[in-house]
Antibody, heavy 116, light 112 residues
Framework: QVQLVQSGAEVKKPGASVKVSCKASGYSFTSYDINWVRQATGQGLEWMGW????????GYAQKFQGRVTITRNTSISTAYMELSSLRSEDTAVYYC?????????WGQGTLVTVSS | DIVMTQTPLTSPVTLGQPASISCRSS???????????LSWLQQRPGQPPRLLIY???KRFSGVPDRFSGSGVGTDFTLKISRVEAEDVGVYYCMQAKQFPRTFGQGTKVEIK
């Protein structure tokens, strides 16, 4: 079945970077966009950016421009989201989701905790 | 950015009774080909979001037919005809007409 499996929870200090992976299976990885969405505890969903795994083209929400980088390794059907200059407000669950205009499926989520 | 506004933010419902959630966008979600890119997502407690409805009213694979979507232009509605215990969670509308994709604040459906 179509599935996205994300890497495990991370604890980072303020100012550090984090890189979360999202491994796709059950479909052609390069045929569908991957999006990254985050959710702070008890809060709503916030779209961060997208990538076309075939071309490598990306787009980011203005809020994260300069701090977020989405990449991929097509040989292992895996997308990555790296967020730099972490601050406490970046503590959240980070999700990847397949699709361009409809997001399905979603990864299980990766908790990133930023704490000194 | 397109702002998505949901009402109510909390919906206490009796099991077996209907529930309705509204979503309004700050601008039309109709693209140049006449498609309206409005989806509804369900997030059960402790779970990632799940796609329920896309393009206003198309139920995604495996979604029970008690869920239905309607609307036009900037005003949309998600209805649950008879709420079941497994429907407890937060529901989000999402626009995908343009970047950045944006979500409503979420509506929590709880059992009275």
């Amino acid at each position: 079945q179509v599935q996205l499996v994300q890497s495990g929870a991370e604890v980072k200090k303020p100012g550090a970077s984090v890189k979360v992976s999202c491994k796709a299976s059950g479909y052609s990885f390069t045929s569908y966009d991957i999006n990254w969405v985050r959710q702070a505890t008890g809060q709503g969903l916030e779209w961060m950016g997208w990538m076309n795994p075939n071309s490598g083209n990306t787009g980011y929400a203005q809020k994260f421009q300069g701090r977020v980088t989405i990449t991929r390794n097509t040989s292992i059907s895996t997308a990555y989201m790296e967020l730099s200059s972490l601050r406490s407000e970046d503590t959240a669950v980070y999700y990847c989701a397949k699709g361009t205009r409809t997001f399905d499926p979603w990864g299980q989520g990766t908790l990133v905790t930023v704490s000194s | 950015d397109i702002v998505m506004t949901q009402t109510p933010l909390t919906s206490p419902v009796t099991l077996g009774q209907p529930a309705s959630i509204s979503c309004r966008s700050s601008q039309s979600l109709v693209d140049s080909e006449g498609n309206t890119h409005l989806s509804w997502l369900q997030q059960r407690p402790g779970q990632p979001p799940r796609l329920l409805i896309y393009r206003i009213s198309k139920r995604f694979s495996g979604v029970p037919d008690r869920f239905s979507g309607s609307g036009v232009g900037t005003d949309f509605t998600l209805k649950i005809s008879r709420v079941e215990a497994e429907d407890v969670g937060v529901y989000y509308c999402m626009q995908a007409k343009q970047f950045p994709r944006t979500f409503g604040q979420g509506t929590k459906v709880e059992i009275k």
